[in-house]
């Protein structure tokens, strides 16, 4: 595998695969890499020619200071993950590399609706932070493939609606991979090291939840379903920001349902100082 720390170092190597017409995949990531990073940097590397990682804990989107100095750094475990998986080159920036005009205060980037709900109602700023730096990562590293979890199933339709804004829509394939999940259904997260070990028993509970919501699900009225879950979840010691059912392919939150339209599930909930996220798609 090739570390590039330096933009140029990297966009030199990208010009020469593009010239032997080598197609690129890429699998940006904040590190503290688990299964779930390398189930995509896996399907990266049986779609694309070259996969090109990229470890950068982006300043930009974190709204809670704390989460940012305490977002889990496990750097050498990392690369020898990466080394072991097959990946090509590691894109490992500084921030100075990535901005050097300082941090950018805000983004400028026109997400709408997308921006107004969930993690964009709770996470002020967060999405502006996470178009600023993948706007950037995408005009250094110029993928032909970019692979997204939809453990961050907002986030995902934020970075296609980036994609169209960018009017890269044609030359970037976005490819949306499943969930990884521990044994007991908890999915993998980098903040999950975070937890202690009893911490890291209780949530499950977001899992359990969300199932339930899928196995309750009925058409009409949707709230005693999600009243009932934001209980579950205070039984286990979780504190819910949200849980919300909404249509999977546009995220209007719905109240009711009509028993045809498709749907996920979200939630976001603290356990401790530690913020959790999940989804699913329940139908
Ligand atoms: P992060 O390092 O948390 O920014 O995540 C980098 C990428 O890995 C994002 O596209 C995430 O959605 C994806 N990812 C994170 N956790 C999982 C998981 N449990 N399963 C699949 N993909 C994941």
Same mark, same amino acid.
């Given at each position: ?105 805000? %983004? ?45 199933y ?92 909404a249509e999977a392919g546009n995220l ?9 339209s498709k749907l996920v ?6 356990? %401790? ?8 798609l329940l139908n």
């Amino acid at each position: 595998m090739i570390l590039f720390k330096k933009i140029n170092d990297l966009r030199k190597y990208i010009d020469v695969q593009h010239q032997l017409k080598k197609s690129i995949g890429f699998v940006p990531t904040m590190g503290a890499l688990h299964e779930g990073h390398l189930s995509l940097i896996r399907s990266s590397l049986s779609i694309a020619d070259i996969t090109v990682c990229s470890i950068f804990v982006n300043p930009t989107q974190f709204n809670d200071p704390t989460d940012f100095e305490k977002y889990p750094v496990t750097l050498e475990a990392d690369i020898g993950l990466l080394e072991a998986s097959g990946c090509q080159v590691l894109f490992l920036p500084s921030v100075k590399e990535i901005y050097p005009g300082g941090i950018p205060q805000s %983004g400028h980037y026109d997400l709408g609706y997308l921006e107004t709900v969930l993690e964009g109602r709770f996470r002020p700023g967060h999405f502006q932070g996470v178009c600023t730096v993948v706007d950037r990562l995408l005009g250094i590293v110029c993928p032909d493939h970019l692979f997204l979890g939809q453990k961050d199933y907002q986030q995902c339709m934020v970075i296609a609606r980036l994609v169209e804004l960018s009017g890269k829509t044609g030359e970037i394939n976005i490819h949306i991979c499943p969930t990884l999940r521990e044994a007991d259904g908890l999915a993998m997260s980098s903040r999950n090291r975070r937890l202690s070990s009893s911490q890291r028993q209780q949530s499950v509970a977001i899992y359990r939840v969300l199932t339930g919501i899928r196995e309750g699900l009925r058409p009409g009225e949707l709230k005693p379903l999600r009243l009932e879950a934001v209980g579950k979840l205070k039984e286990a010691g979780l504190a819910p920001e949200y849980i919300e059912i909404a249509e999977a392919g546009n995220l209007q939150i719905l109240e009711e349902w009509d028993g045809a339209s498709k749907l996920v599930a979200l939630v976001a909930a603290f356990m %401790g100082e530690v913020r959790l996220i999940d989804n699913i798609l329940l139908n």
